[in-house]
């Protein structure tokens, strides 16, 4: 997000940014503060990102596209589309949000039409280092460093906030109070990539095996591609709620990420959004978890599937 909100403030342009409509609400938030408009914009299928007719119809009026790379999954080069949008607006700035994928920390695998790639090693992303986030920036996209006042609480108070008002399904207010810590980090680039990297071969291995269990004892109906199972492992079932709290009360604990913003952030309907967030449940495949715990998930999805069949 501070990386986000220095791209923001160093582009003068007051056209909309375009975005996902399932984006994690704090992106849009960093909107609000950098006071720059944004506009949501349907998923589909089966990539479940950026709509792209949708797109590069609205590409006209816009200052940019925030592609989101949905649960991390980079199995469907988006350079088509990027392309395809330069194309049109040369001077459109694309950014490819990969903050839930495996990070790239050397730009191996990046997008060549992509102007920004997000990468982020926070808390419960594809690394979890508890904090971090770098980007990868083409030549010429102007950028630089802003300050801006940081409290904890103001960060606890907006969360807490966006909560209620998707839980109410009611507009959220506000954003431009002190929450977004633009301190510069602790470490020096070369330390943080190696850290990276030294924890990559480790979580890569954790995920390996949990989503092993996952993948032989849940049904394959029940669940998303392989290419999804990066981040957490996302199963489709009915009445997902049930499921959540199944999973709870067995002592175990699962999400239900990424909500539909209609009606907080901007106006709907989503149809694409919503159906996928119907269905969804995120499995936890990282160092939260252990073997003995996703074969409990696991069965406990499968009760669920039964109970429901």
């Known amino acids: 997000c501070s990386i986000l909100y220095n791209l923001l403030l160093s582009r003068q342009d007051d056209r909309p940014f ?57 199995h469907q080069d988006p350079g088509t589309l990027f392309r395809a949008l330069k194309e049109q607006r040369p001077d459109l700035l694309v950014i490819d949000d990969r903050c839930l ?44 460093r802003h300050s801006a006042g940081f409290r904890q609480d103001q960060l606890d108070a907006v969360e807490a906030r966006y909560l209620e008002a998707l839980e109410r399904r009611e507009p959220f207010t506000g954003g431009d109070e002190e929450w977004l ?3 510069l980090p602790d470490e020096p680039w070369p330390h943080y990539r190696e850290r990276v990297l030294d924890t990559l071969a480790a979580v890569d291995e954790q995920k390996r095996r949990l989503n092993a269990i996952y993948a032989a004892e849940i049904p394959e109906e ?24 199944r999973l709870f009360a067995g002592g175990l604990f699962a999400s239900r990420h990424y909500q539909p913003l209609a009606g907080v952030f901007g106006e709907g309907p989503f149809p694409h959004a919503e159906a996928l967030h119907a269905r969804v449940v995120n499995l936890f495949n990282d160092f939260y978890f252990d073997e003995e715990r996703a074969r409990r998930a696991a069965g406990l999805v499968r009760e669920h599937l039964a109970g429901r069949g």
């Open 18 to 74: 375009l975005l996902p409509a399932n984006i994690c609400p704090i992106v849009p938030i960093t909107f609000l503060k950098a006071r720059r408009p944004f506009q949501l914009v349907d998923v589909a299928p089966p990539g479940w990102t950026l709509d792209a007719r949708q797109c590069l119809d609205l590409a006209p009026g816009a200052a940019g596209v925030l592609f989101v790379r949905a649960y991390g999954a980079e």
């Open 101 to 144: 994928s495996r990070p790239d920390v050397d730009g191996e695998r990046l997008c060549p039409w992509a102007d920004v790639s997000l990468y982020s090693t926070g808390r419960r992303k594809h690394v979890d280092l508890g904090y971090g986030g770098f980007a990868h920036l083409a030549l010429g996209v102007p950028y630089r």
């Open 181 to 183: 810590d633009m301190a």
């Open 222 to 245: 029940a669940r998303l591609p392989a290419a999804f199972q990066g981040w957490r492992f996302h199963v489709l079932v009915p009445e997902p709620d049930a499921l959540a709290d």
